[in-house]
């Protein structure tokens, strides 16, 4: 996006950095706060386990707070969620986004079906969007409200965090364009918390990583990223 060779650096960094690092951090802290939270007294340790009803959403919070700081970071130091990051999205973004987020959905289910080949069924684990349908409290509406934070939120602050602030603080600081994508597809991969599923992921990162070289546009990878989530989605009513 901007160009900004006179942004403005913290610690002698350029501002997108901090806002990814603030991100990251928030992210973590509010997990630990929703974990405790919602925590049984008994020890348990599985808070998606323990959500119910308007508490489901809870497990959606943490992923909110990733794209908190490039908002605001680009409120405060740069030009705006448009110019620094394409955040409008154009007619191409949408078809980037498109072909890119069908791509890297052959991408993981290829990527995953190798891991399951290797490692087996039994040492790879469910994610957890697999245990939403089983605390929804019987009720369509709060599945609805998951499903739709999965494809339109966590898209946005993902994208936001990862291809938004990480990649033009990269950008700034002329990182090789190649290094770029691997290095933010890795990142996206590890932040899932996901052991058994960064191969795919960092997979699936690299070609929403293409969306983004493409268009040069944040758009078409929230685009590319919420076609790859929307399956998912759908698949928790099926288990409802």
């Known amino acids: 996006m901007v160009d900004d060779n006179a942004g403005r650096r913290i610690f002698g960094a350029h501002w997108a950095f901090a806002a990814f690092f603030a991100g990251v951090a928030g992210y973590h802290l509010v997990t ?59 007619w191409r973004d949408v078809r980037i986004g498109l072909a890119c987020g069908a791509l890297a959905l052959v991408v993981g289910y290829l990527l995953n079906l190798g891991v399951l080949a290797v490692y087996g069924g039994d040492d790879v684990s469910d994610s957890p969007l697999t245990d939403l349908p089983d605390v929804s409290e019987g009720s369509y509406l709060w599945l609805a409200a998951a499903a739709a934070a999965l494809v339109i939120a966590v898209p946005i602050t993902e994208e936001l965090l990862v291809r938004g602030a990480l990649w033009n603080g990269l950008e700034h600081h002329r990182v090789p364009p190649w290094v770029v994508l691997a290095l933010t597809a890795l990142v996206f991969a590890v932040i899932h918390g996901e052991s058994t599923r960064v191969i795919a992921l960092f997979g699936q990162g690299l070609v929403l990583g293409v969306a983004r070289c493409r268009s040069g546009r944040t758009a078409a990878s929230v685009i590319a990223h919420a076609t790859n989530n929307l399956p998912p989605a759908v698949l928790l009513f099926t288990g409802h």
Do not use: C, E, Q
């Open 32 to 90: 630990l706060i929703t974990t405790a939270a919602v925590t049984h007294p008994s020890g348990d340790d599985d808070p998606v386990g323990l959500l119910a009803g308007p508490g489901l959403l809870l497990s959606f919070v943490p992923n909110l707070v990733l794209g908190l700081s490039p908002v605001l970071g680009s409120m405060r130091f740069g030009f705006g969620l448009d110019r620094d990051f394409g955040a409008r999205p154009h």
